[in-house]
């Protein structure tokens, strides 16, 4: 079992940058698979990037703009996100696979000028 908290959320101007934390309550060492998801109003909650001990993944809608990164030290999960569009506001969720996917709260992004 493992919980999330995400943080770093906030209003950011099209173009700009915001970095989000996802700050996991144990041990991140032995968790294989963390990613990010968001869920816009209306919208069903969409994959955005998966980092593992060897690898990342990125959808096509954030490839290139947005970077994903752990530190297991710092059991921390990270998403690095440049050029943002207007689109790209959402809810975004850290998630972690376990024995099974848990998520946290969810933090509040918004792109607009």
């Known amino acids: 079992q493992v919980q999330l908290v995400e943080s770093g959320g906030g209003l950011v101007q099209p173009g700009g940058s915001l970095g989000l934390s996802c700050a996991a309550s144990r041990s991140i060492s032995s968790i294989n698979s963390m990613g990010w998801y968001r869920q816009a109003p209306g919208k069903e909650r969409e994959w955005i990037a998966t980092?593992?001990?060897?690898?990342?993944l990125y959808a096509a809608s954030v490839k290139g703009r947005f970077t994903i990164s752990r530190d297991n030290a710092k059991n921390t999960a990270y998403l690095q996100m440049n050029s943002l569009k207007p689109e790209d506001s959402a809810v975004y969720y850290c998630t972690a696979f376990v024995d099974r996917r848990y998520w946290g709260q969810g933090t509040q992004v918004t792109v607009s000028s």
């Open positions: 980092v593992t001990g060897t690898s990342t």
